[in-house]
């Protein structure tokens, strides 16, 4: 089993809906990741959050909306989605340590999401 | 700019056959880390394997095996005996101390029939 949980597991919205993505982890990571990925595609990176505060947004549309409220919750929130952003939302969380070394990311199993 | 090549789209292997899937990096880094990642089709990514770019050995765990060689720029996977379950894609990543964030390859599907 996971020890990263995202929910929805599915999630179909209009494009003028609000809804928001879920992540929560409780191994004490201080680094957690928001990845998309497209079918057949690798994953691409969307947001890292480290140590609560945004450290990378790779030119995401606002649309797109991250959020962490503490270090053991990633909120990704979404309005006025389009058609073409129907993807897997993957998660993920790293020890996220500020000194040398880079910790394997843990990730849930995603956010199926349609937009209709 | 970071790079992976998986250069394999889609391999078919019969149950008890060796396969070896390929991965070709690119970095101007020197301090580097690199990944394999499984996606079976329930969508969550497993961790396979972590190696820095100090250390060349090649490490085994079980029916899988990993050689890492920079003169080549290359981090290659092999499963030994592979079995149905091994059916998944699979991506070769890099990471670099800076971003700690992951670049994929475009991954390789493994499919192994029984």
């Known amino acids: 089993d996971t020890e990263v949980t995202q929910t929805p597991k599915h999630l179909v919205m209009g494009m003028t809906n609000k809804k928001s993505l879920k992540c929560e982890q409780h191994m004490g990571h201080r680094a957690m990741y928001w990845y998309k990925q497209k079918a057949k595609k690798p994953p691409e990176l969307m947001f890292v959050?480290?140590?609560?505060?945004?450290?990378i947004n790779e030119s995401v549309p606002s649309r797109f909306s991250p959020e962490c409220p503490n270090s053991s919750l990633l909120n990704l929130h979404l309005h006025a989605l389009q058609p073409e952003d129907s993807a897997l939302y993957l998660c993920?969380?790293?020890?996220?340590?500020?000194?040398?070394?880079?910790?394997?990311?843990?990730f849930g199993e995603g956010s199926r999401l349609t937009v209709l | 700019a970071q790079k992976v090549t998986q250069a394999q789209t889609e391999i078919s292997v019969v149950e008890k056959e060796d396969v070896t899937l390929d991965c070709v990096y690119e970095t101007r880094d020197t301090t580097y880390y690199l990944f394999w990642y499984k996606q079976p089709p329930s969508g969550e990514l497993v961790f396979l394997i972590r190696?820095?770019?100090?250390?060349?050995q090649n490490e085994i765990s079980g029916r899988y095996s990993w050689n890492f060689q920079k003169s080549t720029s290359s981090f290659n996977f092999t499963i030994t005996a592979s079995q149905v379950v091994d059916s998944a894609v699979y991506f070769c990543a890099l990471m670099d101390t800076g971003r700690r964030a992951l670049t994929f390859g475009s991954g390789t599907r493994l499919q192994v029939q029984p």
């Open positions: 993920a969380s790293s020890q996220g340590t500020r000194g040398d070394g880079a910790g394997e990311l843990f």
């Open positions: 959050y480290s140590y609560e505060k945004l450290s």
């Open positions: 190696r820095n770019s100090f250390d060349e």
